[in-house]
């Protein structure tokens, strides 16, 4: 059974990177015939799609983060990361690593627990 | 952008049947996924591509869509499936995951 972990900082400062890494157990990243993605709620509840990554290493980000965002992999620690850059308070939400079938993002078959990030001095 | 609109909330009463509308342009003709989100836990993905059920996912969910609608149906519904339910497309045309606002279903 696959499962994902999130991890990195609660608390990021107003025009600060945000860089979260998702650690997969009971699979591999590479080869595994998922895309691994990430997916945020804010704290009105709206689910925002960041974007998803194959293990050629050719990431696929929604067209209004684009100039933002990163996702990278590291199949040598079985993991993946999100760099969110310029974050102000609106970037506020717990985010969650996820899996996707292809590169449009969709669906998300399996999710890790999710993790707080607070934007804010 | 595309957008998907749901109803905030809505309520039934156990054994019936919950009817969750999401309105999109068109949807009928794109691909449309439903979650399902209980407090403090990630959503889960309950119907998949042409109304399917993942595996573990109990047989009242079902999905449908026509036009500019799709609707999560949930037969027989019971306590444990009050939560946030979410659908999900993947818009073509500008490229973009959208998901819908959220539908609340309380189970009376």
């Known amino acids: 059974q696959l499962h994902l972990q999130e991890s990195g900082p609660g608390l990021v400062k107003p025009s600060e990177a945000l860089s979260l890494t998702c650690t997969v157990s009971?699979?591999?990243?590479?080869?595994?015939?998922?895309?691994w993605g990430w997916i945020r709620q804010t704290p009105g509840k709206r689910l925002e799609y960041l974007g998803t990554i194959h293990d050629s290493g050719t990431a696929y980000y929604d067209p209004s983060l684009k100039s933002r965002v990163t996702i990278s992999m590291d199949t040598s620690r079985n993991q993946f990361s999100l760099r969110l850059t310029s974050v102000t308070a609106t970037d506020t939400a717990v985010y969650y690593c996820?899996?996707?079938?292809?590169?449009?993002?969709?669906?998300?078959?399996?999710w890790g627990q999710g993790t707080l990030v607070t934007v804010s001095s | 952008s595309y957008v998907l609109t749901q109803p905030p909330s809505m309520s039934v009463a156990p054994g019936k049947t919950a009817k969750i509308a999401c309105g999109g342009n068109?949807?009928?003709?794109?691909?449309v996924y439903w979650y399902q989100q209980k407090p403090g836990q990630a959503p889960v993905l309950v119907v998949d591509?042409?109304?399917d059920r993942p595996s573990g996912i109990f047989e009242r969910f079902s999905g449908s869509k026509s036009g500019n609608t799709a609707t999560l149906t949930i037969s027989r519904v019971e306590v444990v499936d009050e939560a946030d339910y979410y659908c999900?497309?993947?818009?073509?045309?500008?490229?973009?995951?959208?998901f819908g606002g959220g539908t609340k279903l309380t189970v009376l």
């Open positions: 999900q497309v993947w818009d073509t045309s500008s490229d973009q995951v959208v």
């Open positions: 591509e042409d109304g």
């Open positions: 068109s949807i009928g003709t794109k691909t």
């Open positions: 009971g699979g591999s990243i590479f080869s595994s015939g998922y895309y």
């Open positions: 996820v899996t996707t079938r292809d590169s449009s993002g969709t669906p998300s078959e399996h």
